[in-house]
Every structure is written in structure tokens, then in C-alpha cells.
């Protein structure tokens, strides 16, 4: 065996020599592994789903309310804002978009839930979500709705019933209203189911809404127009009560609201922080306990004549092999809890490959660490002292 392979096999056989403090490691560097796996996954799953509304919207411009922040802190402005931006050279038409929370009663216990109802105008084709627009001129009948696939149990087992060919009667703020079709919208962490709606439906369910304020206006423009151009044009013209944005900064501007205007995105990111110094803490332990039951062996290399950085590289190749080792489990039961939690809480947890290199160097590094305040002992080693 050459020189140059020495150090990677010393390390195995030293790691493989307990296997009981090996096993140990393995499961600390898989449980951070899957911490850190889950933070990232619920952060991930929080900004997928708080943009899949926006990122459906039919129309290369949005105007809202510039008191406006997110969907769940929303402000009203006149529809005539909207129309006189259909006057700018470019637009091709506009939507206006009610939208609100309102109370559903479960037609199956009769609990009430609120629930985000979207009002659009059924002539026009507003949302790219292949529900809504297979169902849409179903919306043109009076008390008719159209529920989300993707809502959680406590609204009842709607869309089970629906494909059974049950009649789905129900009501939203003391009105009977008749399910006339599903569609597919992740719930958020702000809300918990979806109903689609005409606009007049929607002001005939939501009684305390005054027609004519809206809540987002879609702008659709000519397939030759140039957005920025159209864009900077109706920022001048238009009063500064409303504000107008691309569909991608609209979705942005979501992800900023949840990522800094509440405290969610920082708890994720700290648990990832957690997780990292916990799986540190363990690599540190085991290498520090394998360092000082071998000493004497590590004495015995130095009196031979080995050098110090010959040991320390046997120390770091200790600490990636257990980052390497550690990593498979815990990737694989990440899979599995995304796939739960996806199941119970129908909020889009989904693995990247991304995600999974990103881990895997995290815990490179973590290792990495570990292994340099471990190694500290070994440098002090002294053969004459040991013996």
C-alpha cells in the first residue's frame, strides 16, 4: 500500500475499531442532517406555496394598493385606477381580483372555517390554473363556487365527494352555495384553503365588501409591448395611492414580506443555525474521545518519525468519513418525513438537488470544524510526556 493511502485507512480502521461510538456518530450527524433537512424544507415550502397564487396570475403587470404588503395584509383601491391603466399604450386588457377571507361551514360536521375566496371575472381568463379554467364559465351561475384540491381536512372531504359525483351544497357567510369544480392551490402558512368565485358571486357571499374596491388588478399586455417601458409610462401617470409591478417582483415582493416583515423566515434559519452547531458538537465529541483513547498510537507514529500534518490528515479524513456516513441516513429519512408532511399538511415540501448538495458541504464543513478543535490535543502529543 503507497504512502499516500496510509492516512484513509488508518482513519477507517480507527473508526471501525467502536463501533459503538461510530453508530453514535452516525445517528448525531443524521439527526442534524434532518434538522437541517426539515428547516430548509418548511422555509422552502413556505415561500413556494406564499407565491403559487402570483405565479399564476394571467397577465405580465399587477396593481395593488401601495398600502398593500402580502395577500394575508392586503389594502382596497378604486377600480378606476385599474382602468386607467387599460388606457396606456400596450395593454391588451385588465382584470380586477377580489380577494378576502370568509367563513365556510364544513357541509360535513358544520364547523366554520375561514377561507380565502378569489373573486374573478368569469369572462375573463385571469388565473393559468387548470381547474379554474376548465370550470370557469360554470362561475356565470349564480351561487356557484369552485373549491381547492389542496385544502386541509378540517374543511371537509369536499373534493372526495365532488369526484364521487355528490352535489357539494354548502355555506359561506350564511349563503347556500353549490360547488360546481376543483382546482389545485397549496395551502400557506397564512391560509388554509382556496374558493374561486365570480366577482359578483364574491360580493354577494362577502356582504361587507363595497364593489368597485378591489384588491388586485391584472394587466395583460400586447405580445409586442415593451413591459418596462409600459410600466415606467403608468407609474407616471398614475396617482401614487396604487402601485404597479412585474408578476416576478409581485412574487418577490411576497417572498420579502414572509422572509423579513414576519418573524418565520428567521426561525427557519436559525433552526439550520441549531442544527449545524448540535451536529458540531457531536463530531467534536467522538473525535475528541477517538483522539484521546489513541494517543499513545499517535505518540508511537511521531517517535517513528510520522509528521504532524500526517496525523492531523488522518483526524480530518475521520471527520468526513463520519459526514459521509452520517449524510445517507439522514438524507433518506428527510425524504420520508417531506413525504408526510406533504401528505398531512398538503404544503409543497419537495427535495432539490440543490438542497442536497447544500447539505452535504454543510456538514462537510461542520465535520471540518469538529475536527480542527479536536486535533488540537493531537498537536500537543508528546512521546516522551506519554511514556
Known amino acids: 500500500m503507497t504512502q499516500k493511502k496510509k492516512p484513509l485507512f488508518l482513519s477507517w480502521l480507527q473508526l471501525r475499531k467502536e463501533r459503538a461510538r461510530l453508530l453514535v456518530a452516525i445517528a448525531g450527524i443524521s439527526f442534524a442532517n434532518v434538522l437541517m433537512f426539515l428547516q430548509m424544507g418548511f422555509r422552502g415550502a413556505l415561500f413556494s406555496s406564499a407565491v403559487e397564487f402570483h405565479h399564476s396570475l394571467n397577465g405580465e403587470l399587477v396593481m395593488m394598493s401601495s398600502r398593500s404588503r402580502s395577500l394575508i395584509s392586503l389594502d382596497r383601491f378604486t377600480e378606476r385606477r385599474l382602468y386607467q391603466a387599460a388606457g396606456v399604450a400596450g395593454v391588451a386588457s385588465v382584470s380586477p381580483i377580489y380577494l378576502n377571507t370568509i367563513q365556510w361551514r364544513n357541509p360535513d360536521n358544520k364547523e366554520i372555517w375561514d377561507i380565502y375566496a378569489i373573486g374573478i371575472n368569469p369572462e375573463h381568463q385571469v388565473l393559468n390554473i387548470p381547474g379554474v379554467e376548465a370550470n370557469r364559465k360554470q362561475l356565470r351561475q349564480p351561487d356557484t363556487a369552485l373549491f381547492n384540491l389542496g385544502s386541509r381536512q378540517e374543511f371537509g372531504a369536499i373534493a372526495q365527494q365532488f369526484q364521487a359525483g355528490k352535489l357539494i351544497a ?15 392551490l397549496s395551502p400557506t402558512f397564512g391560509i388554509n384553503a382556496y374558493l374561486v368565485t365570480s366577482d359578483v358571486n364574491f360580493l354577494r357571499m362577502a356582504t361587507f365588501r363595497q364593489g368597485g374596491l378591489i384588491d388586485i388588478g391584472v394587466i395583460k399586455l400586447q405580445p409586442n409591448a415593451d413591459i418596462q417601458a409600459v410600466l415606467a409610462e403608468m407609474r407616471s401617470r398614475l396617482p401614487s395611492d396604487v402601485k404597479v409591478m412585474t408578476r416576478e417582483d409581485y412574487a418577490k415582493a411576497e417572498v420579502a414580506f414572509w422572509n423579513a416583515s414576519t418573524p418565520v423566515g428567521y426561525t427557519f434559519d436559525l433552526g439550520v443555525v441549531i442544527a449545524f452547531i448540535v451536529g458540531a458538537v457531536i463530531v467534536y465529541q467522538i473525535l475528541y474521545s477517538d483522539v484521546t483513547d489513541h494517543l499513545p498510537e499517535y505518540a508511537t507514529l511521531k517517535a517513528m518519525g510520522f509528521r ?26 428527510a425524504l420520508g418525513i417531506y413525504r408526510i408532511t406533504n401528505v398531512a399538511t398538503m404544503l409543497p415540501m419537495a427535495m432539490d ?28 502529543a508528546d512521546p516522551a510526556d506519554i511514556f
Open 170 to 184: 354548502t355555506e359561506i357567510n350564511e349563503r347556500q352555495v353549490q360547488i360546481q369544480g376543483l382546482f389545485k
Open 308 to 333: 504532524d500534518r500526517y496525523l492531523l490528515l488522518v483526524v480530518f479524513q475521520e471527520a468526513l468519513i463520519l459526514a459521509v456516513m452520517g449524510f445517507v441516513p439522514g438524507t433518506a429519512i
Open 353 to 380: 438537488l440543490g438542497r442536497i448538495v447544500f447539505v452535504l458541504i454543510l456538514t462537510a464543513i461542520m465535520s471540518s470544524v469538529s475536527a480542527a478543535m479536536a486535533v488540537r490535543k493531537l498537536q500537543t
